[in-house]
Every structure is written in structure tokens, then in C-alpha cells.
């Protein structure tokens, strides 16, 4: 497997020109038309079967092959963020303040390399579905692709994913079985009491005293009720309420977002912020308006898979240059979705340390996805599906 890097740093430069053309045209979510239309053009050309529009702006590419039963997913995200990139790149971004800072240009252009190859000198036998995805930063792309049926229409044995990884050395390939990736809910809190004058509270029903004393009381729930041993975050990122000082407002709101590596603690979070929160309220007098929106959910890598994930990575790489079993991350990802409805792994890519050794993370104005990867990521997607689309998937 080792000879596919090789075989693909050989064929690596159109696709790093590719990945520069789409950083140069970065689209935000549910706006990657061009990116999608390019996207949907070459898998035509290269003879896959493709679906524009689903999800919004999603894209899928099907080839089947010979009569293997098997059934491959592997998704590649395709959006940009909100960012003035100041990266000072010749390819940088023509769309003002939109910027490819995550390396999404970086995942289309690896998988469409791969895709290319896998077309034209793929050994596999079975069905190939490849996700191009729109709308991963916040908007959730995912669901709405599975709102429109994308394993009803593709059914998937299993589904792969990556992201490129700043920090950890460039090729690096890193696995973790289980919760590998936060869940992220925000919840938006309204308390309301009676206003009045600041020199006579007794005739008012403060908000901010039961604003404050919820606040306090939150930083109880992780320390208290959550198993020491496991990741949870409770955080109020936001409190506003007030204009004057001899002023006591009818109302205050907050905002928190809260953290969790298990769908379990995610419950109890839920379920202990609600009550605390109604509870705390009420003993002061003070109506609670709760939100509570669930945003990205835990994403679980699942044992078989990412043990077959891991092992392409070490016939590819050797062991010295696959982590087997990396820490969790504490960012969220919408391919959590995909992977409650079917079994998979999604892994990280090493970007490397950045300029002079030092670590740009991703969403900073200053990131570029490596275009080394574009070779290594691409041969890692070819020997996965030639792997899992063999006659005999555990030869
Ligand atoms: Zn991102
Ligand atoms: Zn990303």
C-alpha cells in the first residue's frame, strides 16, 4: 500500500492547484455553488454517478464496480467561514470576508484526487458513495443531507471522514475509538421579575441578584454532579441586564454554551441546568424562559471501524507516523450525525506546526490547509476503499 503515495504525489499537482483554486473562491455554507458545481463536474467526467442538491448544495458521486456487495461512504466538507483572511497568500481569498481558515478546501481537493484515481485505476469491487458536504461550520450540512435521504439513497456499510489537524506533524494520521469529538448546545435564558428603583429594592423583584446567584450556582453542576473522570463544560458566555445604576430592570438575559464527550453527561447537563436554573428562579421570585438548543451531538467513533481505519493507515504509513489513539477534541462536528445512522471513524491528518514552527490554528485568519496532504490524504481514501471494496475485506 505503501507504493499509493507515490502513485498519487505523481498526480498530486492538479489537485493542489484545484485546492488553491477553491481557496481562492471560498462559498459559505449552503452557498458552495461554484464549489459544488466543480465538484459534480469532474466526478461526471471521470464517469461516477452524481447527485447536485442534496442537502442544499450537497453533492454525491456514486461508482459501482463489479458485483461486491459492500458499500462505502466517505464524506469530504466543503464550506468556507465568515473571516477576512490575512494569510498574505498569492492564492488567497477573492471573496471579502470569507476565508477557507478550517481547510474544507483542503478535505474536497484530497477526496477528488482520490476520487480520480479510484475511477480510473481503483482495484475495488463494490459500491463507492462519496459525500461532498455543505454547510459543516454551525449550520449543520450533515442533517440536512440525511433529511434528504442520503443513506436511504446510498446506503453506506460504514462512513469515513477527516480533518486536517494543526499541531499534530504534517502526514501524521491520528485514530480515537469511542467520544471523539464534543456535543455543543447553547442555551438562551430570560429572567424576568419587577423593576424599580435602585434606593427601594424591596418593592422591585431583582433579576440581576437571581442572575448572579444562577451563574454561581451552574459552576456546581460540573464539579458536583458530573463524574470527575469525564469532560463536561458548563460556561455563561453571556449576561446582559441593566442601564443604570439606581435602575433595577424587569429582566435579564443569558447565554451558555455547554460541552460534553458522552451523551450521558449531555443529559444530565441538560437536565441539571434546567432545573437549577427553574428552581434558583423561582426561589427569588423571578419567571425563567429557557431555550435549550441542541446543537452538534457527541461524535462516537465506532470499535470495528476505526480498528479499520487505523490499520489502512499503518499498511500506508508505517506505525511511526499513525497516533492509534489520540485525546478527544474539545470542537464539535456535524459528521457526528452521520455517524449515529452508521458506523464509522473519523480521523485527523497532521497540518503540520506552520510557518516558523509556529501552531496557526484553524478559523484564524492566517491558516492554509498543507498541500502535502493532498498526496497522503488522497492515497489513505484510495487505500481505504480498495480495502474495504475487496473481495475479501479483511485480507
Ligand atoms: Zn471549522
Ligand atoms: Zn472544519
Known amino acids: 500500500m505503501k507504493l499509493l503515495i507515490s502513485e498519487l504525489a505523481r498526480r498530486a499537482d492538479e489537485f493542489v492547484a484545484l ?21 459534480a463536474q469532474k466526478l461526471a467526467t471521470w464517469g461516477y454517478e452524481v447527485e447536485r442538491g442534496l442537502g442544499g ?21 466543503m464550506d468556507a467561514l465568515p473571516i477576512e483572511e490575512q494569510s498574505g497568500k498569492s492564492y488567497s481569498s477573492g471573496n471579502h470576508g470569507i476565508m477557507h481558515a478550517c481547510g474544507h478546501d483542503g478535505h474536497t481537493a484530497m477526496l477528488l484526487a482520490a476520487a480520480k484515481y479510484l475511477a480510473e485505476e481503483g ?28 443513506f436511504e439513497k446510498y446506503p453506506c456499510d460504514a462512513v469515513f471522514a477527516a480533518h486536517n489537524a494543526p499541531g499534530l506533524p504534517q502526514g501524521y494520521l491520528a485514530f480515537r475509538t469511542g467520544p471523539t469529538m464534543a456535543s455543543s448546545d447553547r442555551v438562551m435564558v430570560t429572567l424576568s421579575g419587577v423593576g424599580g428603583h435602585g434606593a427601594m429594592p424591596h418593592k422591585a423583584i431583582d433579576p440581576i441578584v437571581a442572575g448572579a446567584s444562577i451563574v454561581m450556582a451552574l459552576q456546581t453542576i460540573v464539579s458536583r454532579n458530573v463524574d470527575p473522570a469525564l469532560v463536561a463544560v458548563v460556561t ?6 441593566g442601564t443604570a445604576c439606581n435602575v433595577i430592570p424587569d429582566s435579564v ?10 451523551p450521558d453527561v449531555r443529559n444530565t447537563l441538560e437536565s441539571r441546568i434546567t432545573a437549577l436554573i427553574r428552581s434558583q428562579a423561582e426561589s427569588f421570585g423571578v419567571k425563567a424562559d429557557i431555550d435549550y438548543k441542541r446543537g452538534y451531538a457527541v461524535l462516537v467513533n465506532s470499535p470495528a471501524e476505526t480498528d479499520f481505519a487505523r490499520g489502512v493507515a499503518l499498511d500506508l504509513l508505517g506505525p511511526e507516523k499513525v497516533i492509534l489513539h ?15 445512522k452508521c458506523p464509522g471513524c473519523y480521523l485527523f491528518i497532521g497540518n503540520g506546526f506552520g510557518e516558523a514552527g509556529s501552531i496557526c490554528e484553524v478559523h484564524n485568519p492566517h491558516y492554509d490547509f498543507n498541500d502535502a496532504n493532498v498526496a497522503i490524504g488522497s492515497a489513505y481514501w484510495v487505500g481505504l476503499a480498495e480495502k474495504f471494496l475487496s473481495d475479501s475485506p479483511t485480507a
Not at 438575559?253 to 458522552?262: F, P
Open 19 to 39: 485546492r488553491r483554486d477553491i481557496h481562492q473562491n471560498p462559498e459559505l455554507g449552503f452557498n458552495e455553488h461554484r464549489t459544488s458545481e466543480l465538484v
Open 57 to 77: 448544495t450537497g453533492v454525491v458521486g456514486q461508482l459501482r464496480r463489479g458485483d461486491g456487495k459492500a458499500r462505502l461512504g466517505i464524506r469530504a466538507d
Open 123 to 150: 482495484k475495488f469491487c463494490g459500491t463507492l458513495n462519496l459525500i461532498f458536504q455543505p454547510a459543516e461550520e454551525g449550520l449543520g450540512g450533515a442533517t440536512r443531507m440525511l433529511d434528504d435521504g442520503l
Open 236 to 241: 455563561v458566555g453571556m449576561f446582559h441586564g
Open 253 to 262: 438575559t443569558m447565554e451558555l454554551t455547554v460541552r460534553a464527550l458522552d
Open 326 to 340: 489520540g485525546p478527544p477534541v474539545s470542537g464539535s462536528e456535524d459528521f457526528a450525525f452521520m455517524l449515529e
